[in-house]
């Protein structure tokens, strides 16, 4: 799986570095081409000398080489890297890259990177227990870069704990795991909505809901991680596209989405249903803003196409579809019902009784529903639901 691959080694200054050597030899060994990148502190630790000759190439340190100014291009090392490896990474370099400080070389080349970066912390227990440490690791995860978790025992200052960075024979299968996963979706077209959708009631009104859009833009982003063609149909949503083969078609009414979900699905292996389509639309969108009056105001609402139970209908032996339920009572029988009314192959469970679910959350705990089985989750982050939900297609739905 690292047959080939470019991979850009950073290492921080921590005691950890002397793995680093090891760590390096294993990748290479496993064909993978790897330029090094230190800080000026990991060179305390180990040296150059030492890397160079293990990875082919000169280490990379400092902006420009001393001797004859030669620049050394983090840009370059970005578009040239299939993957970014930092290991072992210090408190300080992970809220460096956590916050752009932007002031040597790893971090440069951190931030201009166009590949998958993977973080492999190293530090003390407590450092490593520390809210800004773990604040940190956070904002690493939700800007979509892969924490290699530190393992339990003993540390550098003699104490016990976690914080030790995870064995380099560890890393690299974690890394190849990755590689293979990539390649799990090629050659699928996966139809997503997203978001809330939005019913005019006047040119400056509308009915909506609290969606964000969160929980669909990470299984957007994980079905292209792993090589699917993804039709991202979105409602109106504050996010960025992610990363990735994805053809993102913006509509904002329930209707809109009908449309676009009808023209897009028929070519399309998967549908993954994650809006939360309004259920109701005005029968009149009155052309000119509604003016207050002393009167009671009454709005008729008729209700909108049922987008998953249309899909349900058209789909055929080799699709699948996957819903969402987001409950407040009564969770697994509503689910259930609509797994059943929609034809769809699963349906993912989340309830508001659970903290930390649902709507705008970064977070969400579900369970996956299917004709045969549940399975439930613990709270998670949604791109790590997400990862849950692409492995399920994968392994029980059997995708195919
Ligand atoms: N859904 C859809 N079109 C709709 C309503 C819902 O495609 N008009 C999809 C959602 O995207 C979700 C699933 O159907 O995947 C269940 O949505 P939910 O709102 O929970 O179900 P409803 O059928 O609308 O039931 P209710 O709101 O009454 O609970």
Redesign the pocket.
């Known amino acids: 799986m690292l047959q080939g691959k470019h991979i850009v080694l950073g290492i921080t200054g921590s005691i950890a570095a002397y793995k680093a050597a090891y760590l390096l030899r294993l990748l290479v060994k496993k064909g993978a081409e790897v330029q090094v990148v230190m800080t000026p502190a990991a060179k305390e630790f180990i040296t150059p000398v030492t890397l160079s000759p293990l990875s082919g190439k000169p280490v990379v340190s400092e902006f420009f080489a001393a001797n004859d100014g030669q620049w050394h291009s983090h840009v370059d090392l970005g578009l040239w890297a299939d993957a970014m490896l930092i290991a072992p990474a210090t408190a300080a370099s992970i809220g460096k890259m956590a916050h752009g400080v932007a002031d040597n070389m790893l971090i440069t080349t951190y931030l201009s990177m166009k590949a998958p970066v993977f973080v492999s912390p190293a530090m003390d227990l407590d450092m490593y227990k520390h809210p800004s440490t773990q604040a940190n690791l956070k904002l690493l995860q939700s800007y979509g870069n892969h924490i290699i978790e530190p393992g339990f025992g003993e540390l550098a200052s003699g104490l016990e704990g976690k914080g030790r960075m995870e064995e380099p024979e560890a890393i690299v299968e974690y890394l190849e795991q990755y590689f293979a996963q990539v390649a799990e979706m090629s050659g699928k077209r996966v139809l997503i909505?997203a978001g809330p959708t939005y019913e005019k009631i006047d040119p400056v009104r509308f009915i909506g809901n609290y969606s964000s859009g969160k929980m669909a833009y990470a299984l957007a982003g994980e079905c292209a991680r792993r090589g699917a063609e993804v039709c991202l149909i979105s409602g109106p949503v504050q996010l960025e596209t992610p990363a990735g083969n994805i053809q993102r078609i913006d509509i904002e009414s329930?209707d809109e989405m009908y449309e676009a979900c009808m023209k897009e699905f028929p070519t399309c292996d998967v549908g993954i249903?994650?809006?939360?389509?309004a259920?109701f639309k005005p029968i009149c969108v009155a052309d000119q803003k509604i003016k207050r009056g002393a009167e009671d105001l009454c709005i008729q609402l008729t209700p909108?196409?049922?987008?998953?139970a249309a899909l349900g209908r058209i789909k055929t032996a080799d699709q699948k579809l996957i819903?969402?339920?987001?409950e407040t009572h009564n969770e697994m029988s509503?689910a259930q019902n609509?797994l059943q009314k929609?034809n769809l192959d699963a349906i993912v469970l989340n309830s508001l009784q659970d903290k930390g679910a649902g709507f705008r959350h970064d977070t969400n705990k579900v369970s996956i529903i299917s004709a045969t089985e549940t399975l439930d989750y613990p709270l998670k982050h949604k791109q790590e639901v997400a990862r849950d939900i692409v492995d399920y297609l994968l392994n029980n739905l059997h995708l195919n």
């Open positions: 909505t329930a249903l994650c809006a939360a389509v259920d909108n196409q049922d987008i998953a819903g969402f339920a987001l509503n609509k929609k």
